[in-house]
Nanobody, 127 residues
Framework: QVRLVESGGGSVQAGGSLRLSCVAS????????MGWFRQTPGEEREAIAV????????YYADSVKGRFTISRGYQASTAVLELNNLKPDDTAVYYC????????????????????WGQGTQVTVSS
């Protein structure tokens, strides 16, 4: 079992920055994919930045490319998301998720294929 705890959300003005952290505990050594997702009311949860911890590589949604950066953080069991040049459309609840399945072939895991989720942290961007 893996437990994920997020921190770092908050309210900023457009153009501002935030830093989100996700710390894994439990069987964190088994994590293969770890990433960040977001959801707004009435919308489906979407993947915005994911890293393949075993094989390397990162995925970014088109909407955040060039503005958000995912990294391991100081500890290997941590996933950090740097959010820069924030826009009002970035307002959402941000979730950290992880999966211990080693491979999905040539694709990234689908949202529903992540078994471990954090509690979410609110990010609000005002214009």
């Amino acid at each position: 079992q893996v437990r994920l705890v997020e921190s770092g959300g908050g309210s900023v003005q457009a153009g501002g920055s935030l830093r989100l952290s996700c710390v894994a505990s439990g069987y964190q050594f088994a994590i293969q994919f770890m990433g960040w997702f977001r959801q707004t009311p009435g919308e489906e949860r979407e993947a915005i930045a994911v890293m393949n911890r075993a094989a390397g590589g990162t995925y970014y949604a088109d909407s955040v490319k060039g503005r958000f950066t995912i990294s391991r953080g100081y500890q290997a069991s941590t996933a950090v998301l740097e959010l820069n040049n924030l826009k009002p459309d970035d307002t959402a609840v941000y979730y950290c998720a992880a999966t211990d399945r080693p491979s999905y072939g040539a694709r990234w895991p689908k949202v529903e294929e992540y078994p471990y989720w954090g509690q979410g942290t609110q990010v609000t961007v005002s214009s």
